[in-house]
Every structure is written in C-alpha cells, then in structure tokens.
C-alpha cells in the first residue's frame, strides 16, 4: 500500500510477506487484519484465501468494504485469541499477528487512544465489550495504578505518575489524563511523557498480555503442520511473550524458530513511518503438534 494520508501503513510489508510465502497457496488468518495493509500485500504475492479478524467493529466494516469484491477475503469480527474455535485445528497455512494499534484508531479521537487528540477515554479495540479506560483510571486505587504503570509501561515514575492522576480525578478524557500524568515529569523531555501510561493503560484496559499468551497458543493449534506463524511485536513485554512461547515450542519438539533474531525495519521505513521505529518481526514454523 503507498503511504497515503489517514491510512495505515502495513510495517515491514515485505518481510512479512516473505515469512508467509510458502503459505500463499492455502488458508492465510490475519488476526489482527486492521485496515488491510497486509492483507493486501499478501494478496498482492498472491495469496489465495485470507480470513480478515479484527476485534474493532470499525475495522471490520473498514475490511468488507475495502475487499467487497474479492472473493479471496473474509473479514470477521473476533478476537485472535479464539483461534482455533472459530476456524478449527490444523486448518491454517499461515496467521499472522501484526499487534498493537492502527493509525486509523489512534487518528479517531473518540477512540481514546491519543494523549494529543481530546476524547473520552475508552481505550478499548472493541467499544462494544468491556470496561472503557475510565472506570480504570478512577476507581483504581494508587498503589494499583502505580503497579500498573511500572508492569505494562516500563515506568520507572509510576509511583509519582499514580499520584498525580490520583490527585486529579475524576479525569474524563485523553487529555485530562495526558495533563496529569506530565505533572510528575517537571522539565521537558524528547517523548511525550504520557507515552508509557497510556501504554501501560490501553493494555489493561484490554488485557493484551494475557490475550496474545492465549492467542499465541491458539494460532499454533490453529495451524497444519508446514503452517508459519509471523508475529510483529511493538514494545518489549509483548516481544518478551512471542520469543519465550516460541523458544518453548522449538524445545519441545513443535516445530522451529525462523528467526533467531527478530527481523527489524531499515531506516528508510522508520524514516517514512516513525510507528515502525520499534517493531519486530517473529516467524515460528510448525512441524509437530503435542
Ligand atoms: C497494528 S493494527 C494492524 C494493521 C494491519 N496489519 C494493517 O496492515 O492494516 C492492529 C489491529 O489489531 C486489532 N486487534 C487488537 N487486539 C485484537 C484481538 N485480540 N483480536 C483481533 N484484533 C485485534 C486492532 O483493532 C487493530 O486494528
């Protein structure tokens, strides 16, 4: 896809289709499918048949419209996780999981999202399900909180961060909340320092950790054997949970590690796409199954 405005750019595109190129010719599950970059891509090198999942409403009405007439392309509303109840076992060539969120829903101020854009803070990829942001920011209590941040943000403030979001409640939006959260970093500094707790919520508020353990286990039941599974992590706690789950199948005989290190973007795509700066690209292949 070319880098235009308001659309999500599919990170390290080709890499990723190179992972899942011998699995073109069957049954490809975009897992966290978005705006359909990658999909796209895929379908580009010629994939055969792709079944689109987003967890966000918006995203799947976004995937029927953009693939209404091709054939190749189902999009479903599900999450990951529920491989392979909604495909069955030993059924898929290839799953990709490209996590975390997309341009489009940091770009949608009401999503809650952005610490930039003001909204009510939701934070949650599917608004119909679950408990937005808010109720956890106000009705956590600050040692809570302060665990919370330091466990899914890498906060080393998250002491000071709790209290200062503690001491300005009721906080009702992104802003609010980024106002906040800036209060207990005097000084200026090069990232946004909203950046980890917004993280650190949005994670919560989701449950992504336990979701993509869950997912990971799934999208391996969910693959024949010869299957790729090719996952493209954002931050370092979820990278942490691709890498051990796949060290541990390798030992236990499942099938083997393809990249012994993770594929990183060159510079010139996270010149063009500063989202892509810490991404990596994890590829496990199936050849067993316990
Ligand atoms: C980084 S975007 C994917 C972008 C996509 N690869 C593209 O090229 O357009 C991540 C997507 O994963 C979705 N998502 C997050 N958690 C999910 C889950 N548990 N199951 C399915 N989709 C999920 C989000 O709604 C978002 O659309």
């Not at 689109?52 to 190749?72: C, E, H």
């Not at 999981?97 to 990829?125: H, I, W, Y």
């Not at 997912?215 to 942490?240: K, M, N, P, T, Y």
């Not at 199948?249 to 810490?278: C, F, K």
Request: hydrophobic share 40%; charged share 25%.
């Amino acid at each position: 896809m070319t880098a235009r405005a308001g659309r999500h750019q599919p990170v390290m595109r080709h890499a990723t289709v190179d992972a899942l190129r011998p699995c073109l010719g069957g049954l490809i599950v975009d897992g966290t499918a978005g705006q359909g970059g990658h999909a796209q891509a895929l379908l580009d090198a010629g994939a055969e048949q792709i079944l689109a999942i987003d967890l966000d409403p918006d995203a799947v009405r976004w995937l029927s419209r953009r693939f209404q007439s091709d054939p190749r392309v189902q999009p479903l509303h599900a999450s990951y996780s529920d491989l392979p109840q909604a495909i069955g076992a030993d059924r898929a060539a290839g799953v990709l999981l490209d996590l975390g969120v997309s341009s489009k829903q940091l770009e949608t101020a009401e999503r809650g999202f952005s610490f930039r854009l003001e909204g009510p803070l939701d934070m949650r990829f599917d608004p119909t399900a679950g408990a937005p942001a808010v109720q956890l920011v106000n009705r956590l209590p600050e040692a809570d909180l302060a665990a919370l941040i330091r466990e899914y943000g890498e906060e080393r403030r998250s002491r000071a961060v709790a209290r200062r979001i503690v001491a300005s409640r009721p906080i009702e939006t992104t802003t609010e909340l980024a106002r906040a959260v800036a209060r207990a970093f005097p000084g200026r500094r090069r990232r946004h320092p909203a950046t980890r707790t917004f993280q650190a919520i949005r994670i919560a508020t989701n449950d992504e950790l336990d979701v993509l353990r869950n997912g990971l286990a799934g999208a391996r039941l969910a693959l024949r054997a010869g299957g790729r599974l090719a996952v493209i992590a954002f931050h370092s706690l979820e990278d942490r949970i691709v890498k051990q789950a796949f060290r541990r199948w390798a030992q236990e005989g499942l099938g083997e590690v393809l990249t012994r290190r993770p594929i990183r973007p060159n510079r010139s795509e996270t010149q063009h796409n500063p989202r892509a700066r810490s991404a990596r690209l994890r590829v496990f292949s199936v050849v067993g199954r316990s």
